[in-house]
């Protein structure tokens, strides 16, 4: 049951027994691009301040982008939004093409149809190990009652059971 803290695929096995959402977060590069990845590491973090965070890869192709954009999107996935999960995730090049967005602060992308999206003002960042924390103050945010989420869980995309 217990593992060596080297064994790095277990510790990301027993990691991933953390269910959890899937976020689509965007900005705006310098050149006025959009960006985004696919992230699962969205968390709330405080209420007053409204703050939020979310951890991206310091190998990540956007990473000088992420930091330098005055503004973020986290788009939260519904159940029937898998497709475009993948593409953020493994899409070498234009991950837009083709995708109805809309620029929210800052020029951020926000999708339709998402359980929820909160964008956020790029407040501090943190050296986290092998990743950045990005951490957000909400200026503006949605939800969406009517729609179920996207989840993760054990290395697969998982739908509520329960949708009430
Ligand atoms: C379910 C899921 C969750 C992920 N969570 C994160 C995350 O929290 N942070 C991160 O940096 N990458 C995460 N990734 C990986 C990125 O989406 C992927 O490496 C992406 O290609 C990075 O793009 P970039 O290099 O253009 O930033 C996740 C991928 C999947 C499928």
Known sequence: MTQPQSDSRALRNALGRFATGIAIVTAIDPDGHPIGLTVNSFSAVSLDPALVLWCLDNNSHNLEA?????????????????????RFATWPADRFAGLP??????GAPVFPGCCATFEVANETQHAGGDHIIFVGRVERFGERVDLAPLLFHAGQYRTLADKD
Do not use: E, K, P, Y
């Open 66 to 86: 992420f930091r330098r954009a005055s503004h973020h999107a986290i788009n939260i996935l519904a159940d029937n939004q898998q497709d475009l999960s993948n």
């Open 101 to 106: 967005w809309h620029a929210g602060i800052g």
